[in-house]
């Protein structure tokens, strides 16, 4: 995936997640460097759904939306899907109105990975990998 949208000087990198030995590897085609290590839950949340929606917001005036999605079959595997909006308040990283920050992601139990997961930012844009 490129590291930038700087067609004339883009940076790739190649993330791997292995579900059966649990660990993933990292390769840098720029610096020819691969780098093999453990899995690490990037969220402290649990992945298997429940109904215990309720996140907390870490910030003063933040509060924090998650539901789930039901399932979707992507790519001919059935997965389940949730959604989490961060809500900010005006003022929190300088920002002049409320910012909303939506995580998706569709996880394939099978496995134990996500399969899709979309970050869209009014600051930075949408990302889906």
């Known amino acids: 995936m490129p590291w930038t949208r700087d067609t004339r ?3 790739y990198y ?3 997640y292995d579900p059966s030995s649990k660990e993933r590897i990292h390769l840098d085609p720029q ?10 839950q990037v969220y402290m949340r649990d992945y ?13 005036g ?3 939306k998650t539901e789930k999605l039901g399932t979707q079959d992507i790519a001919g595997v059935n997965c389940w899907g949730r959604s989490m909006t961060h809500f900010v308040p005006r003022g929190a990283f300088g920002n002049d109105q409320p910012i909303a920050i ?11 990975l ?8 009014p600051r930075s844009g949408e990302q889906v990998s």
């Open 48 to 60: 298997k759904p429940n109904d215990d929606l309720a996140i907390r917001a870490t910030r003063k």
């Open 9 to 11: 000087n883009p940076l």
């Open 114 to 121: 996500d399969v899709v997961r979309c970050h869209s930012d």
């Open 102 to 112: 939506v995580d998706e992601l569709w996880y394939w139990d099978e496995l134990g």
């Open 14 to 16: 190649v993330h791997i």
């Open 31 to 40: 610096k020819r460097l691969a780098m093999q290590g453990p899995a690490e």
């Open 62 to 64: 933040e509060t924090i």
